[in-house]
């Protein structure tokens, strides 16, 4: 018996190298064949006692092999792509524009209105103000907005209308047509992958393989997840286009300052301004002689000459008598 049992062990292990190997052979050619190694359930079943430890150990080592090979195969590029991504051109556009306007606060308002009647939305928005040499405020703004893609040109032409004059525009395209269909290109083989992996996952033996069978698969979904993000990214950058709004108020114009011209030298004229200012000196000083021997004189004598003569009399010394 034991001998009997021996003999079934060493044919259970050379059909399951044989199984190991048609698996890894049929893996490389084409998709479909990487199901041939599932074929061990059949024999595994049949096993009794310690040989279906053994038959197990060997279904894990085959699926370890076979998931990279699933793997290799699922991620080639695909030749199918579906015709309508193909041929739908995924442009993403930006413009930015200045504009000089007369009232900055009326530009805000028609230009909120041009927005809203496109259907888009204000991304950001800043307003301020700086002084000018007349010694008042003029308002800026920038105002960043979001409009449909088919709107983009009748924006742009209604936010000229709203300028006196248009300082700068800059309108730029990025065709993401190409990154696009590549996304979709490894969504499709990613999600292969997974299905591929859910048959492995259905096929375990224990669960040390359904752990590593599930890690595979939640890293192929972690991945998916990523590419749709992406994918979601451009589809909305590509359906939305952004314009940037610069607005400078009209400033008046400054007088110009006029340099005088210097006057020829004329002696004559020169000799006059002299004459006149001698003129107008001599009448400062006979002014002031009047006024002083006038006014200042009879005011101040009286009390100098009082003072003068206390002065006098209690210095004065006394007589001596003579002899």
């Known amino acids: 018996m034991k001998t009997k049992f021996n003999v079934l062990t060493v044919f259970v292990l050379l ?3 044989i199984l190991s190997a048609c698996g890894g052979s049929a ?3 084409e998709l479909p064949a990487v199901e041939a190694p599932l074929s061990y359930e059949e024999p595994a079943a ?3 006692g310690g040989a279906n430890d053994v038959a197990k150990e060997a279904a894990v080592a085959s699926s370890d092999q076979v998931l990279p090979q699933v793997y290799a195969t699922a991620m080639l590029p695909q030749d199918s792509v579906p015709d309508a991504i193909a041929s739908t051109h995924m442009i993403i556009k930006n413009a930015e524009i200045k504009l000089l306007v007369a009232d900055t606060d009326v530009a805000i308002d028609r230009a909120t209105q041009v927005v809203g009647d496109a259907g888009g939305y204000i991304i950001s928005s800043r307003v301020w103000s700086q002084p000018y040499y007349d010694g008042k405020n003029y308002k800026y703004a920038t105002i960043t907005i979001g409009i449909p893609a088919n709107q983009f040109e009748h924006t742009l032409s209604r936010l000229r209308g709203l300028a006196v004059q ?3 525009e800059t309108a730029s395209g990025e065709d993401v047509t190409n990154q696009f269909v590549d996304l979709q290109s490894q969504l499709t083989n990613l ?3 997974r299905e591929r992996i859910k048959t492995f996952l259905d096929s375990a033996q224990n669960v040390d393989e359904a752990l590593r069978i599930n890690q595979e698969l939640a890293n192929v979904e972690a991945q998916i997840e990523q590419i749709k993000g992406q994918m979601n990214y451009l589809q909305d ?5 952004t314009i940037t709004i610069n607005f400078e108020p009209k400033l008046p114009e400054l007088e110009p300052t006029v340099t005088p011209t210097p006057s020829p030298w004329d002696p004559g004229e020169t000799f006059k301004a002299a004459k006149e200012t001698v003129t107008f000196a001599y009448q400062g000083i006979l002014n002031f002689l009047i006024w002083f021997f006038v006014v200042l004189i009879p005011i101040i004598a009286p009390p100098v000459l009082i003072i003068w003569a206390l ?3 209690f210095t004065r010394k006394p007589k001596k008598p003579t002899q």
């Open 46 to 48: 049949q096993i009794t």
């Open 311 to 313: 002065w006098k009399l």
């Open 166 to 168: 248009i300082l700068d």
């Open 15 to 17: 059909g399951m190298f």
């Open 191 to 193: 999600e292969t992958t």
């Open 237 to 241: 950058r590509s359906a939305y286009s």
């Open 27 to 29: 893996a490389s050619a």
